[in-house]
Every structure is written in structure tokens, then in C-alpha cells.
């Protein structure tokens, strides 16, 4: 049985613990707003390139250079993350991903595979999927730039190595405050997809049109869309990380606010049978010396 002393001991450590946990819960909170926001910024910005796309290519055969050469290796980019407490935000992902990856591997084809995230990568080599390349999670939307021009850097070169098929698998927030894994494909392009984005209405009466050449409009709006592509999926999973954060400590918050109800009725017990026992041996000592006729 346990001293006053010690659950006096335990008892600071859970204020202190709850202190810090309290701490990170704000910081999430904080962070989820910031995020949510620029996702849905980059979302509204991600279907402005698809009208573009489709207005360029609704009057445009099938182009030979959207296509993806044949039989070649292919690739997956996985956005995990380099921190934890974050609940199983990074192993909800790694389960979906060994899965997609294992159907990406069928045909004998080569998979390749690119982690952002240290724990990411981590867990992909645990489960016989090592990434060839790492990179780290930038801490904010501001940072994020320069991290999407390294993959996409790292995808051209794999590009020039024959890989005709890219995706990208990484956690989605959603309106609950929880997060779904989905896989994006990133390559090839295909032109069927803007297509059907045609038949929505528009917010005109007036039909898009454009007046630049339609390949240089076409290669501009592509390097638009690949950069535009990897930023949502890095900005959402950054996003999901911090709503699986926030959860996760407001869980850990709750366990801790029961556990020091229950610590600190069981401190004020110990403290009472303490006072009960010294008051028990004033009286038997005084007893014991025959009271006041002693």
C-alpha cells in the first residue's frame, strides 16, 4: 500500500502532466483552425486549375503526353508524420497504405516509394516497405513550399527513370474533427477527369474561353496542377495530424482529470485514516497512564 508521501508524489505529477497536456491541447486548437483554413483555401484554389484544365482540354483529343509510358515502375508518396502524441494517426495510415501498396505491386511491377514524415517512414520499413527518400514535415502552411518542390523534384527524377504511375497516400481531415486515409493519383493526367468537370454548371451565363497558345496555356496549367496537387496533399495531412493531435490530448486530458479525482480521494482517505491513527494513539496513550487519575 502506497505512503501518503508517494500519492502526494503522484498526485503533483498528474497536476503537472495535465498542466503540459493542457498546454498542447491549446496549441492544437490553435493550429487546427489555422490549418482547416488553408486547407480549404488550397481546395477552392486546386478546383480553379481544374476548370482551367478543362477548358483547355474539352475540345482536345486524348494528348500522347498524358498519357504515362507503358509497363513501367510505379511510384507512391506517403505524408505521414515526424512528431507523435497524435493518437494513431500515422498507423490508421500505414494500415490503409499497406494495403494500396500491396495492389500497387501487383504485375511484377517495381514499386517505388517516397515517405514524408520521419514516423512514416519508420513504420513503412517495419512493414517490408522502405522509402527510398524521406522528407521532413514543415511545421506550417508558410513552409510548405519549399517541401512540395522537393518531391516534386524527386518525382521528375523518377520520371526520368520511367516511373509512369504516381500516388499519393496521406490523411484527410473531416468536418468531425476526425481523419480518413485516401490515396490521390497524381500520375498519369487524365484528361477524361477535367472533362466530366464540364458538366457541372457554371457561374455564368458566359462560356470560359482563352486567347494565349493552348500549349503553353496547357504546360503552364499543368505545372499549376502537380504543384497544387502535392501542397492540398501535404496541407491536409499536416491538417489531420493536428486534429488527431487535438484529440488525442483531449482524451488524454480526460483520463487524467478522472485519474486525479480518484488520486485525490484516495489522498484525503490516506490523510484521514492518518489523523483517525494519531488521534487513536493520543487516546490510548492517555489511557494507558491511567487518564487524569493517573
Known amino acids: 500500500m502506497e505512503s501518503l508521501e508517494q500519492l502526494r ?45 478543362h477548358v483547355v482540354l474539352r475540345t482536345m483529343p486524348e494528348p500522347p503526353s498524358l498519357a504515362g509510358r ?58 517490408g516497405h522502405p ?10 502552411p508558410e513552409a510548405a513550399t519549399p517541401s512540395v518542390r522537393e ?19 496521406h490523411q484527410r481531415p473531416r468536418p468531425n474533427g476526425r481523419c480518413r486515409p485516401v490515396l490521390v493519383p497524381l500520375l498519369p493526367v487524365a484528361p477524361r477527369r477535367f472533362r466530366r468537370i464540364g458538366e457541372m454548371p457554371w457561374a455564368s451565363h458566359s462560356l470560359p474561353t482563352f486567347t494565349m497558345e493552348r500549349e503553353e496555356l496547357l504546360a503552364a496549367l499543368l ?19 493536428n486534429a488527431s493531435r487535438l484529440a488525442a490530448m483531449q482524451a488524454a486530458e480526460r483520463n487524467l482529470e478522472e485519474r486525479s479525482a480518484e488520486l485525490l480521494a484516495e489522498l484525503r482517505r490516506k490523510r484521514q485514516e492518518g489523523i483517525t491513527a494519531e488521534l487513536l494513539d493520543i487516546v490510548s496513550g492517555y489511557e494507558a497512564l491511567g487518564g487524569p487519575d493517573g
Open 131 to 140: 522509402p527510398e527518400t524521406e522528407f521532413f514535415v514543415p511545421g506550417t
Open 9 to 53: 508524489g503522484r498526485f503533483e505529477m498528474l497536476t503537472g502532466l495535465h498542466s503540459l497536456v493542457g498546454t498542447m491541447k491549446a496549441l492544437s486548437s490553435v493550429g487546427v483552425h489555422r490549418l482547416d483554413e488553408a486547407a480549404r483555401s488550397v481546395a477552392q484554389y486546386y478546383h480553379g486549375v481544374e476548370l482551367g484544365l
Open 223 to 241: 505545372r499549376q496542377y502537380f504543384f497544387v496537387s502535392v501542397f492540398r496533399a501535404l496541407i491536409e495531412s499536416i491538417a489531420a495530424e
Open 151 to 169: 518531391i516534386l523534384l524527386a518525382v521528375e527524377r523518377w520520371r526520368d527513370d520511367g516511373v509512369d504511375e504516381v500516388a499519393m497516400l
Open 70 to 127: 507503358e509497363r513501367g515502375p510505379r511510384g507512391a508518396i506517403v505524408f505521414g508524420s515526424d512528431h507523435g502524441l497524435c493518437g494513431r494517426f500515422n498507423e490508421d495510415l500505414l494500415d490503409f497504405a499497406a494495403e494500396r501498396l500491396a495492389a500497387l505491386e501487383r504485375d511484377d511491377r517495381p514499386l517505388r516509394i517516397m515517405a514524408v514524415g520521419a514516423r512514416a517512414g519508420a513504420l513503412l520499413e517495419l512493414n
